[in-house]
């Protein structure tokens, strides 16, 4: 079945550091990519996403590449900074007529000053 | 406009007891979804409405969880006979298509806790 896999938190990182969060999924068809961020106190909100192979998806600094070749939509973002802490799921949707999400596990990243 | 909206935000109920809770959907979003969000499990899909009816339960852990969606608008889950083990944040989603390209929007999230 359809799954996504993402890198074990927390990541700490210093301002203006570079990240990237690995996220790798396991599905059939062609699926949409998707990065979802929860900021702390606040609900699950879009971050960017990618509908097909090749797309690069990109918000507030953020981007991810949908790699079919790799079957990987890694999240990088060249320079974080503290209001960036927050927990990140990527997740897709599948060949379902359905729309739902599968969601990895979610990565908390914490940006010190 | 207005977002996705769930109530009550906090819910502490005893083991064995029933608990509901309500979504409002962004006004006009046909597709509705429910989730759930625990310690040990993850972010899980529960349920998916289109209009009223729910072509996919698929997510539903037991019996003992049901929902229902009236007027193509407002849900409710329902948890019967609650168990410790229920106790996680139940998220409600709307788009206003369930293709698999859209956007899903989600409310903030109703915390049960079951003692």
């Known amino acids: 079945g359809n799954s996504v896999t993402q890198m074990e938190g927390p990541v700490t990182l210093s301002e203006e550091a570079f990240l990237t969060i690995n996220c790798t999924y396991t599905a059939t068809g062609y699926p949409s990519l998707f990065w979802y961020v929860q900021y702390p106190g606040e609900g699950l909100q879009l971050l960017l996403k990618a509908t097909k192979a090749d797309d690069k998806g990109s918000n507030k600094g953020f981007e991810a590449t949908y790699r079919k070749e790799t079957t990987s939509f890694h999240l990088e973002k060249g320079s974080v900074q503290v209001s960036d802490s927050a927990v990140y799921f990527c997740a897709l949707t599948g060949s379902s007529n359905t729309g739902k999400l599968i969601f990895g596990q979610g990565t908390t990243l914490q940006v010190k000053p | 406009g207005a977002g996705v909206s769930q109530s009550p935000s906090n819910k502490v109920t005893e083991k064995g007891k029933d608990v509901e809770l309500r979504c409002d959907p962004i006004?006009?979003?046909?597709?509705l979804y429910w989730y759930r969000q625990s310690l040990g499990q993850g972010l899980e899909f529960l349920i998916y409405?289109?209009?009223?009816?729910?072509?996919?339960k698929s997510g539903l852990p037991s019996d003992r969880f049901s929902a229902e969606r009236t007027g193509g608008s407002v849900s409710t889950l329902t948890i019967q006979r609650t168990q410790q083990e229920d106790s996680a944040v139940y998220l409600c989603?709307?788009?206003?298509?369930?293709?698999?390209?859209?956007?899903?929007?989600f409310g903030p999230g109703t915390r049960l806790l079951v003692l």
């Open positions: 006004s006009g979003h046909t597709a």
């Open positions: 409405f289109q209009g009223n009816s729910a072509p996919d």
């Open positions: 989603a709307s788009t206003n298509s369930a293709i698999r390209q859209e956007t899903q929007y």
